[in-house]
């Protein structure tokens, strides 16, 4: 075994994982391929760039990101250690200095002599497959993998394809929808039969299967509605990102734009359902997928979108049973390659196929700074426990890091992306109507059994 541990990319993930294997008096090699090369997001020489905004988000511990930042602080992250030194003023959220989280990220690194920093390009200069001979790697790339290390990336996981998360529909709490419009029921199956009566009817939904809730919408209701959308606020993309991601997949607001009809005949159409409230069909109507095995977080079917968050509380909110509804993830639209996580990894982000290699970072699905940080510390803390031939270090799924963990290595042909939220921790004990007390209680014993 080499007396070192291998690092792939120089992010969030890896340099958090660098720092937590030189911590335990092991040398690490964390291959950058800055600045020989940037990729089309990237201009900034140092570590741990930030692309896009600059929040870490919530740090009440409420939120589960929050939660996530005081699991973290608890191990002595150091990328949350440094993301506190150079807060912003962001309210109760934890937002960074972008340049100077970075600079800082990187001088820690630099200074560290047990952390060896080799500018190559992984995949062009020297293959993984080399480095993982004999040796622990954890392949920490982010979303923007380079195309000859996503080739050999595909060739060591067997998978004919990585996965291009192009776009995401937002994601909701099922406990936060109005579920005196909203009913159950799968398209084609739910129209009322002429001998029922409505209550009978309405009593057979209910026993129907769960795996799609639907909204009905009247008609000035739609219309609100479609005004709203397309008249919001979009989030401006990188050119590289426009050709790759519209040529194959259509942002709600753009088809919205095409005709004030375009989504009734399309991921709105009312056809096959009948709105349990008026025994008549609606205008439109919304339908939420199953997100999850739970069945606590649905996802809004068809609607891939580029609006900003904030855009999209506003307006999917004016949604008839969406009005208070908590959004566990929003919807997205971006490059990002990852691997199919649930079939290849387990809960330490070791590879199955291959015990010598971790994966860390949004490559494993993990969605976000703070998840990015948190998957290269159970990385970095399994490949020392591999390096060490130790027991293999796993957190349980009341805590974020654990349920994120569970998450991505559980399998789920619907797997996409996600981010922290009390959607994927296992419910209290005690039932709890009051959403804040509930959280409240769920940190609690995170923190407790963490």
Same mark, same amino acid.
């Given at each position: 075994?080499?007396?070192?541990?291998?690092?792939?990319?120089?992010?969030?993930?890896?340099?958090?994982?660098?720092?937590?294997?030189?911590?335990?008096?092991?040398?690490?090699?964390?291959?950058?391929?800055?600045?020989?090369?940037?990729?089309?997001?990237?201009?900034?020489?140092?570590?741990?760039?930030?692309?896009?905004?600059?929040?870490?988000?919530?740090?009440?511990?409420?939120?589960?990101?929050?939660?996530?930042?005081?699991?973290?602080?608890?191990?002595?992250?150091?990328?949350?250690?440094?993301?506190?030194?150079?807060?912003?003023?962001?309210?109760?959220?934890?937002?960074?200095?972008?340049?100077?989280?970075?600079?800082?990220?990187?001088?820690?690194?630099?200074? *560290?002599?047990?952390?060896?920093?080799?500018?190559?390009?992984?995949?062009?200069?020297?293959?993984?497959?080399?480095?993982?001979?004999?040796?622990?790697?954890?392949?920490?790339?982010?979303?923007?993998?380079?195309?000859?290390?996503?080739?050999?990336?595909?060739?060591?996981?067997?998978?004919?394809?990585?996965?291009?998360?192009?776009?995401?529909?937002?994601?909701?709490?099922?406990?936060?929808?109005?579920? *005196?419009?909203?009913?159950?029921?799968?398209?084609?199956?739910?129209?009322?039969?002429?001998?029922?009566?409505?209550?009978?009817?309405?009593?057979?939904?209910?026993?129907?299967?769960?795996?799609?809730?639907?909204?009905?919408?009247?008609?000035?209701?739609?219309?609100?509605?479609?005004?709203?959308?397309?008249?919001?606020?979009?989030?401006?993309?990188?050119?590289?990102?426009?050709?790759?991601?519209?040529?194959?997949?259509?942002?709600?607001?753009?088809?919205?734009?095409?005709?004030?009809?375009?989504?009734?005949?399309?991921?709105?159409?009312?056809?096959?359902?009948?709105?349990?409230?008026?025994?008549?069909?609606?205008?439109?109507?919304?339908?939420?997928?199953?997100?999850?095995?739970?069945?606590?977080?649905?996802?809004?079917?068809?609607?891939?979108?580029?609006?900003?968050?904030?855009?999209?509380?506003?307006?999917?909110?004016?949604?008839?049973?969406?009005?208070?509804?908590?959004?566990?993830?929003?919807?997205?639209?971006?490059?990002?390659?990852?691997?199919?996580?649930?079939?290849?990894?387990?809960?330490?982000?070791?590879?199955?196929?291959?015990?010598?290699?971790?994966?860390?970072?949004?490559?494993?699905?993990?969605?976000?700074?703070?998840?990015?940080?948190?998957?290269?510390?159970?990385?970095?803390?399994?490949?020392?426990?591999?390096?060490?031939?130790?027991?293999?270090?796993?957190?349980?799924?009341?805590?974020?890091?654990?349920?994120?963990?569970?998450?991505?290595?559980?399998?789920?042909?619907?797997?996409?992306?996600?981010?922290?939220?009390?959607?994927?921790?296992?419910?209290?004990?005690?039932?709890?109507?009051?959403?804040?007390?509930?959280?409240?209680?769920?940190?609690?014993?995170?923190?407790?059994?963490?």
């Amino acid at each position: 075994m080499k007396d070192y541990i291998t690092i792939i990319g120089g992010g969030l993930a890896g340099t958090e994982a660098a720092y937590q294997i030189a911590k335990q008096g092991i040398k690490v090699k964390l291959y950058e391929m800055k600045p020989k090369r940037y990729t089309p997001a990237h201009n900034n020489k140092n570590l741990a760039e930030i692309v896009c905004s600059n929040s870490f988000k919530s740090n009440l511990l409420t939120n589960a990101c929050g939660l996530l930042k005081e699991e973290l602080r608890r191990l002595d992250s150091l990328l949350i250690k440094i993301a506190d030194e150079t807060s912003v003023p962001a309210g109760q959220a934890l937002a960074v200095d972008r340049e100077i989280f970075a600079e800082k990220v990187t001088e820690s690194i630099n200074k *560290n002599e047990l952390i060896e920093i080799v500018n190559k390009e992984v995949g062009e200069d020297i293959s993984i497959k080399d480095l993982a001979k004999d040796g622990i790697v954890i392949i920490a790339t982010g979303p923007l993998t380079s195309k000859p290390l996503a080739k050999e990336i595909q060739d060591i996981t067997g998978q004919d394809k990585l996965y291009f998360y192009d776009a995401a529909a937002p994601i909701v709490a099922k406990e936060s929808i109005d579920f *005196n419009i909203a009913f159950f029921g799968n398209r084609y199956e739910e129209e009322k039969q002429k001998e029922e009566s409505i209550e009978e009817w309405k009593k057979r939904l209910e026993n129907q299967d769960a795996s799609y809730i639907n909204l009905p919408m009247n008609k000035e209701e739609y219309e609100t509605f479609y005004n709203e959308l397309i008249s919001a606020e979009v989030v401006t993309l990188h050119d590289f990102e426009k050709r790759e991601i519209f040529e194959g997949c259509m942002p709600v607001e753009i088809m919205a734009k095409r005709g004030v009809d375009t989504l009734r005949f399309g991921p709105l159409k009312p056809v096959g359902f009948d709105d349990p409230r008026i025994a008549k069909r609606p205008y439109a109507l919304v339908q939420l997928r199953q997100d999850d095995t739970e069945g606590k977080i649905y996802n809004l079917v068809g609607f891939q979108t580029n609006l900003k968050f904030g855009e999209q509380k506003r307006v999917f909110s004016l949604i008839p049973g969406l009005e208070n509804a908590e959004f566990v993830k929003y919807g997205v639209m971006h490059r990002n390659t990852y691997i199919n996580s649930t079939t290849l990894l387990d809960e330490t982000y070791n590879l199955k196929k291959n015990r010598n290699i971790f994966f860390a970072g949004q490559i494993t699905g993990v969605e976000g700074y703070v998840e990015s940080i948190s998957s290269g510390m159970v990385a970095a803390l399994n490949a020392i426990a591999k390096y060490k031939n130790s027991k293999k270090v796993t957190f349980p799924n009341t805590t974020i890091m654990g349920a994120l963990a569970k998450y991505i290595s559980t399998e789920n042909d619907r797997f996409q992306p996600m981010n922290a939220n009390f959607g994927i921790v296992p419910e209290l004990d005690e039932k709890i109507k009051d959403k804040k007390l509930k959280y409240q209680k769920m940190a609690e014993r995170s923190l407790k059994n963490f």
